[in-house]
T-cell receptor
Framework: AQKVTQAQTEISVVEKEDVTLDCVYE???????LFWYKQPPSGELVFLIR??????QNEISGRYSWNFQKSTSSFNFTITASQVVDSAVYFC?????????????FGTGTRLQVTL | DGGITQSPKYLFRKEGQNVTLSCEQN?????MYWYRQDPGQGLRLIYY???????QKGDIAEGYSVSREKKESFPLTVTSAQKNPTAFYLC????????????FGQGTRLTVV
């Protein structure tokens, strides 16, 4: 069975601070993908990034960066110079091979509050 | 614009009633999913469908039913057998391949009164 743990329930930062959201996963599959989604107050989940289990390169996209470490089963997400618009719930998720479906196992989410 | 439309946004149900949540997509995606979100528990998979006229149970299928008669539509019925139906329900779709990113609707908040 798969499991994703996001130990940080809520994080509050002041605008322009850097913040890291932690994600630890468990799976016995050797081929898997990890995802991060953002859930703004409107409710829908917005896709941020996908990373496969064979690619441990860190990725940077603007103010966002992701650090994938198979040795510690972690896929952490850092927001640099946070902004009020970053306030949302962030979910880490794991997908293993299930045919043509892309079923996701989600963590419990981290609520990020960015204040002025 | 392509996307996923869920309706209604808010739904109130009396105990003992069945209710159906609508999910329509115009992304031409093959696979569709229903997730349930409860506070502090993240999202859990209820049912998913990889092709028309076929669907599989997810982790928490008891008390729910689905149909997939058209590629664009994947309605979810919450039956009276679901003991604790109050939750936020999210529909999603993906291309017909493993590991692709999911697109989500804006959700339906169901409350039992």
């Amino acid at each position: 069975a798969q499991k994703v743990t996001q130990a940080q329930t809520e994080i509050s930062v002041v605008e322009k601070e850097d913040v890291t959201l932690d994600c630890v996963y468990e799976t016995r599959d050797t081929t898997y993908y990890l995802f991060w989604y953002k859930q703004p107050p409107s409710g829908e989940l917005v896709f941020l990034i996908r990373r496969n289990s064979f690619d441990e390169q860190n990725e940077i996209s603007g103010r966002y960066s992701w650090n994938f470490q198979k040795s510690t089963s972690s896929f952490n997400f850092t927001i640099t110079a946070s902004q009020v618009v970053d306030s949302a719930v962030y979910f880490c998720a794991l997908s293993v091979n299930t045919g043509t479906a892309s079923k996701l196992t989600f963590g419990t989410g981290t609520r990020l509050q960015v204040t002025l | 614009d392509g996307g996923i439309t869920q309706s209604p946004k808010y739904l109130f149900r009396k105990e003992g009633q069945n209710v159906t949540l609508s999910c329509e997509q115009n992304l031409n995606h093959d696979a569709m999913y229903w997730y349930r979100q409860d506070p502090g528990q993240g999202l859990r998979l209820i049912y998913y469908s990889q092709i028309v006229n076929d669907f599989q149970k997810g982790d928490i299928a008891e008390g729910y039913s689905v149909s997939r008669e058209k590629k664009e539509s994947f309605p979810l019925t919450v039956t009276s057998a679901q003991k604790n139906p109050t939750a936020f329900y999210l529909c999603a779709s993906t291309m017909g391949m493993a590991f692709t990113e999911a697109f989500f609707g804006q959700g339906t908040r169901l409350t039992v009164v």
